[in-house]
């Protein structure tokens, strides 16, 4: 059973950064695509940012420019940089890996709340 445990979720005035952190127990981890979800108060589950088995990155819109994913194959973890944060970035963020159509994982969810 894969483990997820992220890390560096906090509060910060609108502007500021975050840098959220998700280790993992996986064995062969680079074989896994790493995303970063989250979901707001009263709001579907968004997916974030990806990031393949050979480092392609892919945002959604709302985090384009601002947010950069990454990972560290050596240390098996994917790490979610945050700047010029917005009070609509307040939400739960989930770091989740997937691999084929039977491995996928989740982590516990971390909060970020940013304030005007």
């Known amino acids: 059973q894969v483990q997820l445990v992220e890390s560096g979720g906090g509060s910060v005035q609108a502007g500021g950064s975050l840098r959220l952190s998700c280790a993992a127990s996986?064995?062969?981890?680079?074989?896994?695509?790493a995303y970063w979800h989250r979901q707001a108060p009263g709001k579907q589950r968004e997916l974030v940012a990806t990031?393949?088995?050979?480092?392609?990155?892919k945002y959604a819109d709302s985090v384009k420019g601002r947010f950069t994913i990454s990972r560290d194959n050596a240390k098996n973890t994917v790490s979610l940089q945050m700047n010029s944060l917005k009070t609509e970035d307040t939400a739960v963020y989930y770091c989740?890996?997937?691999?084929?159509?039977?491995?996928?994982?989740w982590g516990q969810g971390t909060q970020v709340t940013v304030s005007s």
């Open positions: 989740n890996l997937k691999r084929g159509i039977t491995a996928n994982y």
């Open positions: 996986a064995s062969g981890f680079s074989g896994y695509t």
């Open positions: 990031i393949s088995t050979v480092g392609i990155t």
